[in-house]
């Protein structure tokens, strides 16, 4: 049987990932085929322990490759840039039995996934100043603040995972007496990196607010529902100084 090349192609990535591909029988029994697939699978698993840095001062290097490769055996890359490979790692973590006694790896995970989302994305430009000024207060209210491409966001519930994600991404001790509770992040791409800070729950539901469109009366107004004692003129602040906003989308 005479496969055309795209069909070729589609069963020679099946047969890689130890997929069924009948087709190529005579191709994947020979001593070579294997010798091919160990090599991509190695690089996928690299990759994965590239791309999740944190997670593997965790749990070390010996232990993170391990579960790389289970991983990489059964979801392998959608994009042929490595640097994006593990969007699923982290839903992986949740469910793999040697994790279970660290029921925040997987969170530490997405952590380190939205800063490599961060890294990778364009760095658009950002929200001036200098574009605020002469606006009143009831221009401003009407404004749709939109985040940059390059920014990242999320709250996470009961668990510290920003401190755990910190102190290990940087390298520095970890308290003795960490508070277990809930902790949000803010991750800022740029040309020099990647910025973090820590945020409150009411500037997380704020820029998801932002996000999904809504002015700034009315993103503002969800995040004190959410955080009564939130001061809101200090989170803008803190928002516009990070360059976290694209330019003003003025409502017609």
């Known amino acids: 049987m005479t496969l055309s090349l795209?069909?070729?192609q589609q069963a020679f990535i099946k047969a890689l990932y130890r997929h069924e591909a009948p087709q190529l029988a005579a191709l994947t029994a020979q001593p070579g085929f294997q010798v091919y697939r160990n090599t991509i699978l190695k690089g996928c698993v690299d990759a994965l322990c590239a791309n999740f840095p944190t997670v593997e001062r965790l749990v070390g290097c010996e232990w993170l490759a391990a579960a790389a490769r289970v991983h990489a055996d059964h979801t392998p890359p959608a994009d042929g840039r490595l640097i994006y490979y593990g969007a699923a790692f982290a839903d992986f973590l949740e469910t793999f039995e040697p994790a279970r006694q660290m029921p925040y790896l997987a969170?530490?995970?997405?952590?380190?996934?939205?800063?490599?989302?961060?890294?990778?994305?364009?760095?658009?430009?950002?929200?001036?100043?200098?574009?605020?000024?002469?606006?009143t207060a009831a221009d401003l209210a009407r404004c749709g603040l939109r985040p940059r491409g390059n920014v990242r966001w999320r709250w996470f519930a009961g668990q510290p995972i920003y401190s755990l994600w910190r102190y290990n991404r940087e390298a520095l001790v970890l308290p003795d007496s960490l508070p277990w509770q809930g902790e949000g992040v803010l991750l800022v791409g740029g040309t020099e990196g990647v910025a973090w800070q820590q945020l409150e729950p009411g500037a997380c539901v704020f820029l998801d607010a932002c996000a999904a469109g809504h002015d700034l009366a009315s993103a503002s107004a969800l995040a004190l529902a959410a955080q009564a004692d939130l001061d809101f003129n200090v989170l803008l602040g803190r928002l516009l100084a990070a360059r976290v906003f694209a330019p003003l989308a003025l409502p017609h």
């Open 6 to 8: 795209g069909k070729f």
């Open 107 to 135: 969170e530490v995970a997405r952590l380190d996934y939205l800063w490599l989302e961060a890294f990778a994305a364009f760095d658009e430009p950002s929200l001036a100043l200098a574009e605020l000024a002469g606006m």
